[in-house]
């Protein structure tokens, strides 16, 4: 059974999300501030981080950013709640690692649905054997199917949107994607948008791979290119 942690400083909205998450069989944790978020989802290792933008000791996007970068946390999906509706905040979510962005008042069955698309997205554990071999490169493989990812054999934890960034890549392999492309085509947002957000989870990306990040090459000016790391040494900008 998944476990959720549901992260919200007002008690009756953080109630509301409690029952509606028990009414639909998934065990939860809750709390009201995000030292307790951090320290709960250390504990716990919730499927999936519920978390209010706005909480009383610090930002829910310095929850995700700290959640992002603890190695054994960086692949739980995390889903941002916020008051804040302008496209720049739902930006900010994101850039920090968010995997969804859902605006307050919103319903519970809309919250719920997000909820089941992020965990039937997030990647899980199999063993090598079970890896498709049509999507891979430079020892990356991804198994669509499965929704896993290993790298020289080894399973690798990325969050929703790390797999669908890797998948992208992985299925136009040896094709320039620019920066417009990939927004929209894996974020789903408007490529006319400026915002540093493809940059940043290519770096992160990049990061997690270790080695074979190097196959995830960069096309100065216009965007990135996935291919043998041996082909051409890789631009860093």
């Known amino acids: 059974m998944s476990l959720l942690l549901i992260v919200e400083d007002e008690p009756d909205l953080r109630e509301l999300v409690e029952h509606t998450a028990d009414a639909h069989g998934y065990e939860y944790a809750g709390c009201g501030t995000g030292r307790e978020a951090l320290a709960l989802a250390r504990r716990l290792r919730p499927a999936l981080v519920i978390l209010d933008l706005m909480l009383p000791d610090m930002s829910g996007i310095a929850v995700c950013q700290q959640l992002r970068a603890d190695p054994e946390l960086a692949g739980t999906p995390v889903m941002m709640l916020t008051a804040r509706t302008a496209e720049s905040d739902r930006v900010q979510g994101l850039e920090a690692g968010a995997d969804d962005y859902l605006s307050k008042p919103f319903s519970v069955r809309e919250l719920m649905l997000r909820v089941k698309a992020i965990l039937r997205r997030a990647p899980a554990v199999a063993p090598p054997a079970a890896v498709c071999t049509?999507?891979?490169?430079?020892?990356?493989?991804?198994?669509?199917?499965?929704?896993?990812?290993?790298?020289?054999?080894?399973?690798?934890?990325?969050?929703?949107?790390?797999?669908?960034?890797?998948?992208?890549?992985?299925?136009?392999?040896?094709?320039?994607?620019?920066?417009?492309?990939?927004?929209?085509?894996?974020?789903?947002?408007?490529?006319?948008?400026?915002?540093?957000?493809?940059?940043?989870?290519?770096?992160?990306?990049?990061?997690?791979?270790?080695?074979?990040?190097?196959?995830?090459?960069?096309?100065?000016?216009?965007?990135?290119?996935?291919?043998?790391?041996?082909?051409?040494?890789?631009?860093?900008?």
């Open 134 to 237: 049509a999507l891979q490169c430079n020892g990356i493989a991804l198994d669509e199917a499965q929704h896993t990812v290993t790298v020289e054999g080894a399973p690798l934890y990325l969050t929703a949107l790390e797999f669908r960034l890797l998948r992208t890549l992985l299925l136009r392999q040896g094709e320039v994607q620019s920066r417009q492309t990939l927004l929209e085509d894996v974020w789903g947002m408007s490529p006319d948008l400026q915002t540093r957000t493809v940059d940043t989870h290519v770096k992160r990306l990049r990061e997690r791979l270790g080695a074979a990040g190097a196959a995830i090459h960069t096309v100065r000016g216009f965007g990135y290119c996935l291919r043998s790391a041996t082909e051409v040494e890789p631009s860093r900008d």
